[in-house]
């Protein structure tokens, strides 16, 4: 007998990994997953077999943020990708529960071709930015066994509507994972551009924020292995020096600062950063959850667009400081270096990003309560 696992996001496909690991360790059941936005890397990285994958399509799954976005997926092939999912999930046949880890699209579309039953863990919707719908709880009553929201507040209200809602904690808080890098430096500023097609945009416009910073000198950046960042050094004077240390892939300099670029150093870089950029959507929760103060603004990219940077402020409430689009690069810079020198400041919106978070254990929570639903001890 099968578990499948379906997520619809590179973030979503990190932190069903996550539980999937859990799941793997404690089942002889047969663990696969269906990623249903880009190639599910994640999973690879856990070992976890793929059913199928597809190439990321131009929005990077952020399609509904804007038409142009959606224009584009239809373009690069986007109802052939559907197609592809659609035939994929009809034809397996030994699936005894499917987790679906994303938005009630990924619900939806995985209920409608596969009759198996679902758990589902929302980690697109809070209440703390928005109540889930009424479209989206319908297809919560039809489809899902139990829901395992992001917080509290959220699963709170869901089971005022008759849902049947547990918060077992977050799955974010769970993907983290430090290496212990000693970075060798002082109160260093974290930057985060993202994971998506558009990471090295929007780390080209956060050193133009840096290159205006006057009270830090050292700048860690968190990429992922696939960001391409040959030529990140050729434009706003960046100079790339030879001298970098093991952990950094590539240090640029530019008067007394240091920019050191790293792969696969996400966790040791949040964890170690006095203040955090970021023009992520996972990310910046995740550096929020550890009690980092957080400073967004507007990005050039798909993501980090003003509609999702309000959304996200409105999730983490006062744990981001977030700079709109009428802020100059010279006022993000100020703010910036305010917040570095405020360790009052820091420490509150610290506090504010745990409460809004939550702690970790959420991946062993959901796998034992699931693979106990399927022994027959509980009843959801």
């Known amino acids: 007998m099968t578990i499948l696992i379906v997520s619809n996001g590179h973030g979503e496909d990190i932190l069903a990994s996550e539980l999937g690991k859990k799941i793997v360790a404690n089942t002889t ?22 059913i199928h994958a597809q190439p990321l399509l131009p929005s990077g799954g952020f399609a509904y943020l804007g038409l142009k976005n959606l224009q584009k997926d239809i373009s690069a092939g986007l109802f052939s990708q559907l197609s592809k999912q659609k035939l994929v999930l009809k034809g397996l046949k030994d699936v005894k529960l499917a987790i679906c ?23 697109a919707k809070s209440n703390y930015i928005k109540p889930h719908s009424f479209l989206d709880r319908q297809i919560m009553k039809k489809n899902a066994l139990v829901v395992f929201p992001r917080d509290e507040v959220t699963a709170f209200d869901l089971r005022k509507h008759q849902i049947k809602a547990r918060f077992l904690g977050n799955l974010m808080m769970d993907a983290l994972d430090p290496k212990g890098i000693d970075f060798k ?12 097609h558009d990471a090295i945009d929007n780390l080209e416009a956060i050193l133009e924020i840096v290159s205006l910073t006057k009270n830090c000198d050292d700048y860690l950046v968190a990429l992922n292995s696939e960001s391409k960042s040959e030529n990140v050094a050729n434009k706003n004077g960046w100079i790339e020096s ?68 309000r959304k996200q402020k409105k999730l983490l409430g006062d744990a981001v400081l977030f700079l709109d689009e009428d802020k100059s690069k010279e006022d993000i810079a100020k703010a910036v270096d ?40 509980v009843v959801f």
Do not use: H
């Open 185 to 196: 430096l002082k109160d260093p500023i974290g930057i985060l551009p993202g994971t998506r």
């Open 29 to 50: 059941y047969k663990v696969l997953a269906l990623p249903l936005v880009g190639q599910g890397l994640a999973y690879d990285k856990s070992g976890i077999k793929k």
């Open 338 to 377: 305010r917040l570095y020198l405020d360790p009052l400041l820091c420490k509150q919106m610290g506090l504010e990003g745990k409460a809004r978070m939550g702690q970790s254990g959420a991946a062993s929570k959901m796998a034992d309560l699931i693979l106990a639903f399927l022994k027959g001890e």
């Open 242 to 309: 030879k001298n970098k240390p093991n952990y950094a892939f590539k240090l640029l300099r530019k008067g007394t600062k240091n920019v050191f670029l790293c792969k696969g150093l996400f966790s040791d870089i949040i964890t170690k950063s006095q203040v955090v950029i970021g023009l992520s959507g996972t990310g910046n929760e995740q550096a929020a959850g550890l009690g980092k103060p957080v400073v967004s603004f507007i990005g050039p990219g798909t993501q980090f667009t003003p509609y999702f940077a």
């Open 101 to 123: 880890v994303g938005d009630t699209y990924n619900l939806f579309f995985t209920s409608k071709y596969l009759k198996a039953k679902k758990v589902f863990i929302p980690t």
